[in-house]
């Protein structure tokens, strides 16, 4: 897969077949959607192409700090890499790009840029300024410039029973299970490993502190969860909490991990976290004797799940 980071910057040596969208979280739905589009372009000798944008359309026109997306940029090209496209779009988002009316958008980015031979369009499509283009101009614009469109239509998204909104509700209340079952995949969570208060090494826990650099990237509930990285190509597993460590009387949002059967320096390294189950909420324990206590069960029980389920 070749990625492309402007539309302009994107010079096709053959017609493309081509279909639009944020694919936040890139789930089995638009899994379906990718590979039905790779397969057709295969099929009739076209080139596949995915556009994208990138800052989120609400990041730009409505300046919403409090968008959470499923995945980051780098996550979602990495997750499309698997699906055989032949080229992912990610055009820079814009005031100025928001105001290109349908037909301009048809025109001169549709058919002039990207070569379009057939777009292939969610059932509730809209674009161009205000999103005053529907599924029914998109027909129109399409004889006029002798393409072809496929809409996706509404019973097949629906038969999926899956969608974007779905796995972040899924993630906020901590149904994991559920999560990762519409994606496809473990849901992962990458970080740069940084200084912690070291509570966790002095009670036989040291932990990971894991720093998001994306503000945008979804955490989910706060509690305790079995998870897994790759780790100079090991697997190791442990277990992560998210919150806001109540019992040392913490007052901001941590993801601290502890591995097991690890004692290397990752500290300034890179680490993904993949979430395999949600084992309980955060508490509030009267004291770190309290709480250790309750780690150990929480080891004892992350062990057993890896054992019976990895």
Do not use: C, W
């Amino acid at each position: 897969m070749e990625t492309v980071h402007s539309i302009f910057d994107f010079i096709p040596t053959q017609e493309t077949y081509v279909t639009i969208g944020t694919f936040d979280g890139v789930h089995i739905g638009h899994q379906k959607i990718v590979k039905d589009l790779v397969k057709q372009a295969a099929e009739n000798s076209k080139k596949s192409a995915l556009l994208t944008f990138f800052p989120h359309p609400r990041m730009v026109l409505q300046k919403d700090v409090s968008i959470e997306l499923i995945n980051t940029i780098n996550e979602r090209i990495d997750l499309l890499e698997k699906t055989g496209l032949d080229y992912l779009i990610i055009h820079p988002f814009s005031k100025e790009f928001s105001r290109l009316s349908a037909m301009e958008f048809v025109r001169d980015i549709l058919v002039n840029q990207l070569r379009v031979s057939k777009l292939i369009i969610g059932y509730d499509h809209h674009f161009g300024k205000n999103r005053e283009g529907n599924i029914e101009q998109l027909t129109e614009y399409s004889h006029m410039f002798n393409f072809e469109v496929q809409e996706i239509p509404a019973q097949d998204i629906d038969s999926v029973s899956v969608s974007s909104t779905k796995i972040r509700k899924a993630l906020k209340e901590g149904s994991l299970k559920t999560a990762n079952n519409y994606l496809g995949y473990n849901f992962t969570i990458k970080g740069t490993v940084v200084d912690g208060k070291k509570i966790g090494k002095k009670i036989g826990f040291p932990t990971a502190n894991i720093q998001v650099k994306e503000n945008y990237k979804l955490i989910p509930k706060s509690g305790v969860y079995i998870i897994q990285s790759i780790i100079h190509n090991k697997r190791v597993f442990g277990m992560m909490n998210i919150g806001n460590r109540p019992t040392v009387d913490g007052n901001n949002q941590t993801i601290e991990v502890n591995y097991f059967n690890f004692n290397e320096n990752i500290y300034g390294k890179s680490i993904e976290i993949e979430l395999l189950y949600f084992l309980r909420e955060e508490e509030k324990f009267e004291s770190l004797e309290k709480l250790t206590s309750q780690l150990k069960q929480d080891k004892i029980a992350s062990l057993q799940y890896i054992q019976n389920n990895m």
